[in-house]
């Protein structure tokens, strides 16, 4: 059903809170993606070409990529994924299964295709003018024939061998020849037959006979168009792109027999058909600043599938998969968007609900919640008195330890027993204000003591973090935290970074 408008985020609030761990079957063309960042400071004497400088072999960064990159989003929202497809026998494809293997997937349905080379993407990436990264070439490794049939078999073997207990299966064709006609549709025949719904991000194909039979198929804009060609009836461009995305997806779903067509229209977000006596559904989404559309697809998919697992409302899961989309388009490159932070997008968005500032009674509830569903809760505080890039980075270093970041803050009377009696310049409400924007803090909470023994106890966090350059055990709480068993974790702070140093000179200056 369309919830309010005024509603739709606190409803989704909810419902990813609700969110738990779920099986997922990942079929597709699992790929490396590889960047080699650098800088680009002059021009080769050989051709009026840039040419990139790289300090060190380490600066090539080897991550899952294509279906792998759907991998990593499913697990960022708590899914447990089997990837089945293929990769080459070579150092490549080792990469890639260890990469797999670190977030959590389970590659045992990866066969190894000893006549093709492990897909790889990699990217020249270049800081230009010093100051933000640029991608300035791709060189491809890749075959795109059509597997043997042997091959097939091996593949459809595993995957029947590990359909049992899936909540959900998704299909993410590159059509770099894994995802034939053949394996669609034994895919989708053996998933009916175990009552698994399928979901399908299509490859830019003429005809989509192969996912036929699927539950749901996320096309965009232009590769609907390619598949429809000139059976699409034309509308006024008066009408907009809204207009014409209705009349693809209603169009695509009447012709393949698919439950659900999520037509995605850019910036205009999405239009859904899913049922036969109404229209298609418009689901706007939020204009964001965008920075690179790469992934965002995968991320839709991933979200969507979550959603299927949970058993949400189609429409509210796109409203969901937009936010988390837009969320990754205003980051360079591709990265998943982990639930905690799906979550605090959600928040910002229900009119008076972006405060994450708790009393601890609540907080303590709240966590507790979050713990029974296998969160992990990480713990810092401070005083955070003029907030620099500093505290920033720091934050976001933290945030990354666990799922759920919260940040203790010291009450104006503690600052000033800290500080001296002309501090804190901001006061404990426009701290919580500034901190609270900050889409890396989960919650925040004020505490009175002059440690944070007390707030340790009650908040009882899986990891604790402190920024500094001393050892774990020089910290004032260290014999508390080992009594609980909680990790210790001290994180390096900017050097010539900090409030103190930053109001004297401040106050210095004429």
């Known amino acids: 059903m369309n919830a309010d408008p005024e509603n739709i985020f606190l409803k989704l609030c909810r419902a990813v809170d609700e969110f738990s761990s779920f099986k997922v079957l990942l079929v597709g ?125 091996a593949l459809l073997n595993g995957f029947e061998a590990a359909i049992t207990g899936s909540d959900v299966i998704c299909i993410e064709d590159y059509g770099k020849g894994v995802c034939s006609e053949h394996v669609c549709q034994e895919v989708i025949r053996l998933a009916s037959k175990h009552g698994v719904p399928v979901l399908v991000d299509p490859a830019p194909r003429t005809s989509y006979e192969l996912y036929s039979g699927a539950n749901l198929i996320t096309p965009n804009r232009s590769e609907a168009e390619l598949v429809l060609g000139d059976s699409i009836e034309q509308v006024s461009s008066d009408d907009g792109g809204v207009a014409r995305g209705k009349r693809l997806a209603a169009a695509l779903r009447s012709s393949l027999g698919i439950e659900q067509v999520v037509v995605t229209i850019d910036r205009e977000g999405a239009v859904l058909a899913h049922n036969a006596q109404s229209s298609p559904v418009h689901i706007p989404t939020r204009v964001r600043n965008v920075y690179d559309v790469t992934g965002a697809g995968d991320v839709v998919l991933a979200v969507l599938a979550a959603s299927y697992a949970h058993s949400l409302d189609p429409v509210d899961s796109i409203h969901l998969a937009n936010v988390a989309a837009g969320l990754e388009v205003e980051t360079f490159g591709v990265r998943p968007i982990p639930l905690h932070e799906l979550r605090h997008a959600l928040l910002h968005e229900v009119p008076g609900g972006a405060s994450n500032h708790r009393e601890l009674g609540q907080l303590v509830e709240e966590l507790d919640r979050l713990r029974s569903q296998g969160r992990r809760i990480v713990l810092t505080n401070g005083c955070f008195d003029v907030i620099h890039a500093g505290h920033v980075a720091y934050l976001r270093e933290a945030s990354l330890v666990g799922d759920v970041l919260v940040v203790g803050l010291n009450s104006d009377h503690q600052v000033a027993a800290l500080k001296g009696p002309d501090r804190p310049i901001f ?84």
Not at 94 to 113: F, K, N, P, Q
Not at 129 to 140: E, G, I, N, T, W
Not at 436 to 455: M, N, R
């Open 29 to 153: 063309d699992f790929m490396l993606d590889q960047q080699i960042k650098g800088t680009v400071e002059r021009l080769s004497p050989e051709a009026p070409v840039p040419i990139l400088r790289a300090r060190s072999h380490q600066d090539v960064c080897s991550t899952p990529g294509g279906s792998g990159n759907v991998a990593a989003c499913l697990t960022a929202l708590g899914g447990e994924v089997h990837c089945v497809g293929v990769v080459g026998n070579d150092s490549e494809g080792r990469l890639l299964r260890a990469g797999l293997e670190e977030i959590g997937c389970d590659v045992s349905g990866l066969t190894t295709d000893e006549t093709r080379p492990t897909t790889v993407k990699q990217s020249l990436v270049g800081l230009a003018q010093h100051r933000h990264p640029q991608k300035m070439f791709r060189l491809d490794f890749e075959s795109t024939a059509p597997l043997s049939t042997a091959m097939e078999a």
């Open 427 to 510: 006061t404990q409400q426009e701290r919580l204000e500034i901190l609270g924007e900050l889409k890396c803090i989960d919650y925040l909470v004020v505490f009175e003591e002059p440690g944070a023994h007390e707030l340790i106890k009650a908040v009882r966090p899986d990891v604790y973090v402190k920024g500094g350059d001393y050892a774990p055990e020089e910290i004032a709480e260290f014999d508390l935290l080992n009594e609980l068993g909680v990790e210790v974790r001290v994180l390096a702070l900017r050097p010539g970074l900090g409030s103190s140093a930053l109001i004297e000179r401040i106050r210095s200056e004429p």
